[in-house]
């Protein structure tokens, strides 16, 4: 049977990134998004933002939501501080699998706790399940709808601390437009956009970056 999107991506990969450098799978996987196949992941324009997010904040714990084939784990690992992992929540099993073979493609395997399942299963489970107490870091990258009843989630399960950063991809296209009202409004956030446009393309998209106050 054919291969899926996320099965060519990785063998571009393999092809053409030297195994143990997250900055040539970072290029492999644009490359491939530009020349062959759109492929949903942040991308390069968006994804030098988050790292310059993920470099202002030098988290010491991290969750990602939505590993889909795992470059923007790649992204946010490679600037994690020694010791450092992150957290990252696929939904989708066969996504889940490419994305193990590309992270550790980049040699972060071990900078990097990979789970299954939904966020409204996982986020009441975190304290207890990884001995969290609060994320200094949170990227929102997964079902649209999910950004806002998340973000509740974390305030009522006590996981977000005066500091805490959360940063939403997709804000614009293909939108979370309830989330971007609920932080922009909330006293308890302090909220900024940053404009850019949709991965490989020149739709507009952003990035939400949303400050908990306490
Ligand atoms: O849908 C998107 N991502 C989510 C994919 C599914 C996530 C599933 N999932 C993972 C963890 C998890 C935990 N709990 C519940 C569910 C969970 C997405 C789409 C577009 C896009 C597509 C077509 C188009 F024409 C324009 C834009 C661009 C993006 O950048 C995106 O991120
Ligand atoms: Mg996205």
Redesign the pocket.
């Known amino acids: 049977t054919r291969s899926t999107r996320p099965q060519r991506m990785l063998k571009a990969v393999q092809k053409n990134a030297t195994k143990g450098n997250p900055e040539s799978v970072i290029s492999a996987i644009d490359y491939f998004c530009k020349n062959s196949e759109w492929a949903?992941n942040?991308g390069d324009e968006k994804g030098s933002i988050l790292d310059s997010v993920v470099t202002e904040v030098n988290p010491s714990t991290v969750l990602e939501?939505?590993?889909?084939c795992g470059y923007s784990t790649v992204r946010i690992a490679r600037l994690l501080s020694p010791g450092t992992k992150l957290i990252t929540?696929?939904?989708?099993p066969a996504y889940a699998t490419v994305a193990r073979q590309i992270i550790a493609y980049a040699g972060l395997q071990d900078k990097v706790t990979q789970v299954e399942?939904?966020?409204?299963d996982?986020i009441p489970q975190i304290k207890e399940r990884f001995s969290i107490t609060t994320f200094d870091f949170i990227f929102l990258?997964?079902?649209?709808d999910?950004y806002l009843p998340d973000i509740k989630l974390f305030e009522e399960c006590g996981l977000l601390r005066k500091g805490s950063v959360l940063l939403a991809?997709?804000v614009i296209?293909?939108g979370a437009p309830e989330y971007l009202e609920y932080v922009r409004n909330s006293p308890r956030y302090e909220s900024r956009y940053y404009p850019a446009h949709?991965?490989y393309t020149k739709v507009e998209d952003g990035l939400e970056k949303s400050v908990f106050l306490g």
Do not use: I, Q
């Open positions: 949903m942040v939501l939505g590993t889909y929540l696929e939904f989708n399942g939904s966020s409204a996982l990258d997964h079902w649209k999910r991809d997709n296209c293909p949709l991965e």
